[in-house]
């Protein structure tokens, strides 16, 4: 079992900068990649970036590459999301997940932290 624990949202405006935290406790042996899913209000929830532990190898969609960058810290089991130039669309509920890559990207991880909300405003 694997929990996971977010940490590091909250509001800013257009253009501003956030940086949101995952603390990974447990089997964390067992995880593959660790990543950031988001959801906003009256949409599905999407994939957003995620890192291999091991290799260190990083994927982002489409919407958020140039603006965020993911990175971990093997020793502190954490995981950083360096959220730059942030827009209202990218406003929603960060989650952040862990498991194999290909569930990560279609939204199926096998752990979910709680969430913790982002706000854009314009």
């Known amino acids: 079992q694997v929990q996971l624990l977010e940490s590091g949202g909250g509001l800013v405006q257009a253009g501003g900068s956030l940086r949101l935290s995952c603390a990974a406790s447990?089997?964390?042996?067992?995880?593959?990649?660790v990543g950031w899913l988001r959801q906003a209000p009256g949409k599905e929830r999407e994939f957003v970036a995620a890192v291999s532990m091991n290799s260190g190898f990083t994927t982002y969609a489409d919407s958020v590459k140039g603006r965020f960058t993911i990175s971990r810290d093997n020793a502190k089991r954490t995981v950083y999301l360096q959220m730059n130039s942030l827009k209202p669309e990218d406003t929603a509920v960060y989650y952040c997940a862990a498991g194999g890559l290909a569930g990560l990207r279609v939204g199926a991880p096998g752990s979910w932290g709680q969430g913790t909300q982002v706000t854009v405003s314009s």
């Open positions: 447990g089997r964390t042996v067992s995880i593959s990649h």
